[in-house]
């Protein structure tokens, strides 16, 4: 414990073990005032009366205890003098002849009440004496989630993560540190305590985390952001305490920190597990700021949040090493399958280069469940070998998701369906600046009931202008498609709005490409809590920003207009196609388009 303040954890749990004592008095009082199985106690002269009067219908015996009804249904007991119902033959019979019906039982009838009452009572015993072990220790005594794996169950190496070469030479300075932390501390070099894995979801930060300790050859510690968010004060922080306590138990290891922006996310705000969270991270800074330059415990942790982590804890001394494990490119995508190819049994047809170049923009983990997928549609198949053809169908399913035959679409939805793909392949063709088509199928997949896919020819990392605006055109085609051809607005494009919607909304307001020049307009509200920064534009300025929006739309809108309009041909022939088929891949698609588009495109741009 640092200093002598009561942490605030104790405080809680007394405060709870108090409560929990004050209900307890509380319900055993009620239980006294209302009762209803404890009759009222009566003289014995009183019963005897009672007797006489034959206001008695039923008497229960249970040794000196008399439990009576009487006539009028009222309940009540009274104690006879000792041994006077075994010295007082009599006095049974008395009562037979009366009409009254006798009860013998073993047990006084409080009996059966208390042992209830016994119960309750341990139960509460026992709830009281956990909260105060509580108070007192600041410990759970029960499981916490904190996962250590021996070095020996880390088999993970180097040599299992592909395509982040850059990441993985920034950390190799580190897992030669954990392997030899004599020879770093007699050079006097610092090394970092704290390594900040920081990029999209499925691009091997776990991995390559699990990697570092399988390379050094030490315990990996692991625990994720969001075991530490918890509802009830101090829960959080006693688990941060817990991890640590475990890495020391090591001579070196590695903590491993997944979800780090769960705990770490900017200080401020006022929702409501917001203590709590700050707590943690105190209790997370604390731990760090713990460790001496001899300790070779090296802290790992992943986001994809840097932006919103608290500033406290990338300072010197924490995570001030920060790697990014970014989407793979080309080269990269190549590697990593060929990792996850090591695997299955290829056929010679396969090439991965070529499956590589066919995946732009997926990440390790799409990768791995794609080579996965294809091994399972092979195995479906009744083949042990997967080929060039399995990798295809793997990559259009990891890409589109699983296609949903069950889905039953009317006919009208199918033709509805067909039109709309119909439209945004006939405008996305038609545009220059739009990437190649790759696929159109009206089966349902995910969430979608149709789908058009456009394949990049190589990896994009900006985009121009006239693409965005393409994008925007493409996304309006299949609205435009159903109301040329079917005169009808359907719920099929609300999607596609909201996409087309949302691009317009980043060119005006983040990439600088309308009249309002190259300005950043932040969204006014729906940031994270503790976002304090104000919107920063006026009321004029957002009256502008959402009329360019709306312009640009639209402008979109018209251009896909005035394709279809031209091309009425191509898009019925590809419906058709559609409905016969209901896939149409790249090479199809061409001839069909080849064969009815209408040769001279003059698309206006105003
Ligand atoms: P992250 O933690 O960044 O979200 P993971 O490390 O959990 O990603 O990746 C999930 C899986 O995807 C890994 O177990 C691995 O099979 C595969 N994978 C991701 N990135 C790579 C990579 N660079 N090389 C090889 N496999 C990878
Ligand atoms: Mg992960
Ligand atoms: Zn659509």
């Keep these: 414990m640092l200093g002598g303040k009561i942490p605030r954890s104790r405080l809680f749990w ?68 000792q041994g006077y119902v075994a ?18 039982s073993k047990a006084e009838p409080s009996r059966a009440g208390s042992y209830g009452a016994f119960a309750v009572g341990l139960l509460f015993f026992g ?50 540190f954990l392997k030899e932390p004599a020879r770093f501390a007699s050079i006097g070099g610092r090394i970092p305590r704290g390594i900040l894995l920081v990029g999209p979801p499925g691009t091997g930060k776990t991995l390559l985390a699990r990697s570092m300790a399988g390379e050094a050859g030490v315990p990996f510690i692991s625990a994720s952001g969001s075991d530490f968010v918890e509802m009830y004060a101090g829960v959080g922080a006693s688990r941060v305490r817990r991890l640590f306590r475990d890495a020391r138990r090591h001579k070196s290891c590695i903590v491993f920190i997944d979800e780090l922006d769960a705990v770490g996310r900017n200080r401020g705000g006022n929702s409501l597990s917001h203590e709590e969270r700050e707590q943690t991270l105190n209790q997370l800074l604390v731990e760090m700021d713990g460790f001496t330059q001899s300790d070779s415990v090296v802290i790992v942790a992943a986001t ?18 920060q790697v990014v494990v ?41 990768l791995a469940n794609l080579v996965n997928e294809a ?46 793909e119909a439209g945004h392949a006939v405008v996305a063709a038609l545009l220059p600046d739009a990437d190649p088509l790759h696929k159109v199928t009206i089966i349902p997949r995910g969430r979608a009931l149709g789908v058009t896919m456009q394949l990049p020819e190589a990896d994009r990392y900006t985009h121009s202008k006239p693409f965005i605006e393409a994008q925007i055109a493409i996304l309006m085609g299949g609205r435009v498609a159903e109301e040329l051809f079917l005169r009808q607005m359907t719920s099929g494009a609300s999607n596609d709005i909201e996409r087309a919607t949302e691009l317009a909304r980043k060119m005006v307001c983040e990439l600088g490409m309308s009249p309002l020049g190259p300005l950043h307009f932040r969204r006014p ?42 091309q009425r041909a191509a898009i019925v022939a590809l419906a058709e196609e559609l409905l016969a088929e209901e896939s149409v891949e790249a090479d199809r698609l061409k001839e069909i388009l080849a064969a009815s588009v209408t040769p001279v495109v003059q698309v206006s741009r105003t």
């Design 127 to 176: 709830l009281v004496s956990l909260v105060l072990f509580r108070a007192i220790t600041g410990r759970v005594p029960t499981l916490e989630k904190a996962r250590t794996i021996d070095p020996q169950a880390v088999t993970v190496t180097f040599a299992d993560v592909a395509g982040v070469d850059e990441a993985k030479d920034e950390v190799r300075e580190i897992v030669d």
């Design 304 to 321: 994809n949040r840097q932006d919103i982590l608290d500033p406290a804890l990338l300072r010197p001394g924490r995570f001030d090493r």
């Design 87 to 104: 010295s007082n033959p009599t006095f049974v019979t008395s009562l037979t002849e009366r009409g009254i019906r006798l009860d013998v």
């Design 525 to 566: 509200s729906g940031a994270w809590d503790g976002d304090t920064r104000a919107a920063g534009f006026s009321e004029e300025t957002a009256r502008r920003v959402d009329e360019e929006i709306r312009n640009l739309v639209m402008r979109g809108y018209e251009t896909a207009r005035q394709i279809i309009e031209r």
């Design 326 to 366: 970014g989407n793979p490119d080309l080269n990269g995508r190549e590697q990593i399958l060929r990792v996850h190819a090591r695997k299955v049994a290829l056929e010679p047809d396969v090439d991965l280069r070529a499956t590589a170049r066919g995946t732009p923009g997926f990440s390790g983990a799409d």
């Design 375 to 420: 091994a399972l549609i092979a195995a479906r198949a009744g083949r042990s070998t997967v080929g060039a053809k399995d990798l295809d169908a793997a990559r259009d399913k990891v890409l589109m998701g699983v296609e949903r035959r069950s889905v039953a679409m009317s006919e009208q939805e199918r033709i509805t369906c067909a039109y709309h």
């Design 14 to 81: 007394s405060a709870a073990a108090i409560l929990l004592v004050a209900l307890a008095v509380g319900v055993f009082l009620a239980l006294r005032a209302g009762a209803p199985t404890t009759p009222a106690s009566v003289a014995f002269s009183e019963f005897l009366n009672d007797v006489q009067n034959s206001r008695v219908s039923r008497v229960t015996i249970a040794a000196e205890t008399l439990a009576f009804e009487r006539t009028d249904g009222t309940r009540a007991q009274t104690l006879a003098p």
